[in-house]
């Protein structure tokens, strides 16, 4: 009887979040149509070609709010992908950068310098009737503008935002559905290391895809009550118990663990770790012990999430500091970021890496606070951690030169937002992805041959989940690597 109701349990919970995704869905494209509709009057004035140019890239980018978020109708058909890449998008230009609001931004630009330019030939000339033909433009646009910024504000980022909110719950049930049903039946309510570590990396996604969405920090008290009752709610606590092995206990004691540590990487970056200079001693290496490579751990983990938040030039290295204009060179520059498109690009194979070095730094910070490691790894794990700089101080470089509105341009066919970097850095930023992949698969290694050998039975726990984490790495790695073998560096 239990089975059969949180069989129900599944199928209310994920339809009505389905009815709640595709109603907002429709309201969202509803209203990112109207804004498309959006015109302007042709003019020979350089400042009406300016604010065509500026329109046409707003437009440019509503379409691919559109686009993206109509996705969610191959997701109702059974294309699970179709549901993360809905929210990669939005991660990136409405969760870390709201793109969209920068658009109307610029547009808002062009036209003040218009009305300013407009202004100084009422001042000069006797021709100004027939200079501001499209004053009557001017003033419908902005008018429109307007209406469409309330829309925004009011309207559209918190619709944006439950539409997002009911993806993730969507995706992060669907995953676990996965887990439970992709099993031998001889497993059930055997304890299974991979499952619960499966588990864990779901369950970790979802609450950084929430904190992306609300950018609000919670407690570990409402973190935790969030898993438990989205698990509850969709009927799947007794399946996650047999799949996994885990007693009730074990499995409130887990979920305890993950919401305490995501802590770590909701948390906000001070100004004592700013520096991504990294770690420099004579022989660029330091011994710490297990409690100073945690705090370490925690400042190197903290740069890696708010890797896309941080725009301050200040951190810029100082040979990049005045890259500039490289949307019109035809030379010495590399496509980093194509904004819309589907194609893989140097930014999304960087974001991909950052996502894995979260992933197995968070692991490595977990198990120095538990006390897992019968040795200080501090030797082995600081030549990653200073390798995972290198990359972070190229990656941040890519990321700000590439924000740069004179290191874009709008491509020819498709209207995309094409993103620009010198190629010497995109050749850096390559090697930097590359070494870690290489560093950490090496150290990993390493750790392995050297627990291997011990005796103790926490270790050989510790060896087994070392290896998950291993194998999960090497996987990402060669994706990395395959991708990047296609860029042409």
């Keep these: 009887m239990k089975n059969r109701d949180d069989e129900m349990m599944k199928i209310v919970y994920l339809s009505k979040k389905m009815k709640d995704a595709d109603n907002r869905k ?3 494209i509803k209203n990112l149509y109207e804004m498309s509709n959006l015109t302007y009057g042709k003019s020979s004035r350089e400042s009406d070609y300016i604010i065509l140019d500026r329109l046409g890239e707003f437009i440019d980018e509503v379409d691919r709010y559109i686009k993206h978020i109509r996705l969610f109708d191959n997701g109702k058909n059974g294309d699970i992908k179709a549901y993360e890449d809905i929210l990669v998008f939005f991660q990136n230009s409405f969760c870390d950068s709201f793109i969209l609001e920068d658009k109307i931004t610029k547009l808002n630009n062009a036209i003040k310098s218009y009305k300013s330019e407009e202004k100084e030939h009422k001042q000069k000339t006797t021709l100004f009737q027939i200079e501001s ?14 209406k469409y910024e309330l829309m925004l504000n009011h309207e559209l980022i918190h619709g944006i935002r439950e539409f997002l909110d009911n993806i993730n719950y969507i995706l992060f049930c669907e995953n676990l559905l996965f887990l439970i049903g992709n099993y031998n039946i001889e497993e059930r309510s055997r304890y299974n290391e991979n499952k619960i570590v499966e588990m864990e990396k779901y369950i970790g996604t979802f609450l950084w895809i929430n904190n992306k969405i609300y950018n609000k920090k919670l407690s570990e008290i409402k973190l935790k009550s969030l898993i438990n009752d989205t698990i509850h709610q969709a009927g799947l606590e007794e399946s996650l118990l047999s799949v996994t092995g885990l007693t009730k206990e074990v499995m409130g004691n887990t979920i305890g663990n ?27 290496t330091v011994f710490y012990s297990n409690f100073e490579l945690s705090l370490n751990l925690k400042t190197l983990i903290d740069h890696l999430v708010s890797i896309n938040k941080n725009n301050d030039t200040d951190l810029l290295l100082d040979e990049y500091k005045m890259t500039t204009g ?14 819309g498109s589907y194609k893989t690009t140097l930014k999304s194979i960087s974001d991909y890496l950052c996502n894995s070095l979260i992933f197995v730094y968070f692991w490595f910070r977990k198990e120095l606070k538990s006390g897992s490691f019968s040795f200080e790894p501090s030797v082995i794990l600081t030549e990653c951690i200073t390798y995972s700089y290198d990359f972070l101080k190229y990656y941040k470089a890519a990321l700000l030169i590439a924000d740069n509105s004179s290191n874009q341009r709008v491509s020819v066919l498709g209207r995309e937002l094409q993103q620009f970097i010198p190629e010497d850095l995109a050749k850096l930023l390559v090697k930097a992805i590359s070494d870690n992949c290489d560093v950490i698969n090496e150290s990993v290694l390493e750790l392995t041959l050297r627990i291997a050998g011990s005796p103790l039975k926490k270790d050989l726990i510790l060896l087994k989940k070392l290896s998950i984490i291993n194998n999960s790495f090497k996987d990402a790695c060669y994706k990395i690597m395959n991708e990047i073998s296609k860029l042409g560096l």
Excluded at 262 to 282: A, Y
Excluded at 326 to 339: D, Q, V
């Design 326 to 339: 490289l949307g019109h060179k035809k030379s010495g520059r590399y496509i980093f970021y194509i904004s």
């Design 133 to 146: 033909s499209n004053s009557s433009n001017i003033i419908d646009l902005e008018l429109k503008i307007k």
């Design 26 to 28: 429709y309201l969202l």
């Design 258 to 284: 993950i919401a305490a540590d995501f802590t770590v990487l909701s948390g906000e970056l001070t100004k004592e770790n700013i520096d991504l200079n990294g770690i420099v001693t004579d022989n660029n």
